[in-house]
């Protein structure tokens, strides 16, 4: 089993940076991959960023390349998704998600079988 827990989220303005850690245990992810996905109201769940654990290999939706990057913090046993220049789009649930890696691909929400609880992020114009 793997348990992930995000943390991290909050309310900030347009422009405003925000840092969201995905906590990992349960067992050795040297061979998954951890994505962050998110979930607006009223919207469907949709693919944020992943990054391959086995080689560090890392993607990102159009529409947060360049302003937010996936990371991980063996040390500390976290992915980390550091958000800058945020929109009022950008607000929505944050969930991180875990799974065996795969050739799917990373997008596909339902290739993922560990999931958080999530974690809200609330931008202002």
């Known amino acids: 089993q793997v348990q992930l827990v995000e943390s991290g989220g909050g309310s900030v303005q347009a422009g405003d940076s925000l840092r969201l850690s995905c906590a990992t245990s349960?067992?050795?992810?040297?061979?998954?991959?951890v994505g962050w996905f998110r979930q607006a109201p009223g919207k469907e769940r949709e693919f944020v960023a992943v990054i391959r654990l086995f080689d560090g290999n890392k993607s990102y939706a159009d529409s947060v390349k360049g302003r937010f990057t996936i990371s991980r913090d063996n040390a500390k046993s976290t992915v980390d998704l550091q958000m800058n220049s945020l929109k009022p789009e950008d607000t929505a649930i944050y969930y991180c998600?875990?799974?065996?890696?795969?050739?799917?691909?990373?997008?596909?929400?339902?290739?993922?079988?560990?999931w958080g609880q999530g974690t809200q992020v609330t931008v202002s114009p």
């Open positions: 998600a875990a799974r065996v890696r795969s050739l799917q691909s990373p997008n596909f929400s339902r290739s993922y079988a560990y």
């Open positions: 349960g067992r050795a992810l040297g061979s998954y991959d």
